[in-house]
């Protein structure tokens, strides 16, 4: 009787469910520049820790408007410090911390009409579609605008901006030649294809505000273990590095 009563014991423990908060799966809602970065930073996660990430890259507002209304995500990753402000204000997690800086580039590939690139092609009449993310959406395209205003092509570019959704779409746009040159991430110039295939040269850190890029863990996710291990690991000092090389700046 008492093997008999052991053996259910087992099949019951057996066939509960893992408590949520030891999910193996990590849910990331990150923002559009971080496509070119994160693949190598998430398999070294895996590697060292067993845990599967899923990822979903969106421009920040849209990520941060998902997790509002109840989207599944462990962990937000924003190009800004805003968007998961917002997260924390609504009560869903603390507020954020900064894994990093971003920075915007002017890039234009190889067989545009603008090159050889500079800072002066901006107001060059070669240009003749500038790619740009959508200001309202994401912090790039409201460095992208303030950089402009700051060197006073406003009323020069305004008929000449193709507006994307996201950093990483205006990127494509520069690429596949809808446009002749496009403001965007350094995350995205950095990468070996962009590299190959064009050039960038840095817009003035003067020109636009600090994209200062916060994180949040969702507090009551199944997965805010994981979200945390995977927070701490890309502020390790081997990832911050990693970060680095990949066209983030460190955290200070």
Not at 119 to 136: G, I
Not at 179 to 191: R, V, Y
Request: net charge neutral; glycine share 6%.
């Amino acid at each position: 009787m008492r093997l008999a009563i052991f053996l259910f014991g087992i099949v019951i423990i057996a066939l509960s469910p893992v408590s949520p908060m030891h999910s193996a799966i990590v849910r990331v809602a990150a923002a559009a520049d971080l496509q070119p970065v994160l693949p190598a930073v998430l398999a070294d996660f895996e590697k060292q820790t067993g845990k599967h990430v899923d990822v979903s890259y969106a421009s920040s507002s849209v990520l941060a408007t998902q997790i509002l209304n109840g989207a599944p995500f462990d962990l937000f990753l924003s190009a800004d410090m805003s968007f998961p402000q917002k997260v924390a204000d609504a009560g869903l997690a603390d507020p954020p911390i900064e894994y990093g800086e971003g920075t915007l580039v002017l890039w234009a590939r190889k067989g545009s009409p603008v090159q050889p690139l500079t800072l002066e092609t901006l107001q060059s009449s070669k240009l003749h579609r500038l790619a740009v993310a959508n200001p309202d959406h994401a912090p790039y395209g409201r460095a992208a605008r303030a950089a402009i205003e700051h060197l006073h092509l406003t009323a020069a570019l305004q008929s000449k901006l193709i507006v994307a959704e996201n950093i990483a779409q205006a990127a494509l746009y520069a690429e596949t030649a809808n446009t002749d040159a496009g403001l965007i991430s350094l995350t995205s110039a950095s990468t070996d294809k962009f590299r190959s295939e064009g050039s960038y040269v840095l817009i003035p850190r003067d020109a636009y505000p600090p994209l200062a890029q916060g994180a949040v863990v969702l507090k009551h996710s199944p997965g805010a273990a994981g979200g945390q291990m995977l927070l701490e690991f890309l502020l390790s000092p081997a990832q911050q590095q990693q970060l680095a090389q990949r066209g983030l700046q460190p955290v200070k």
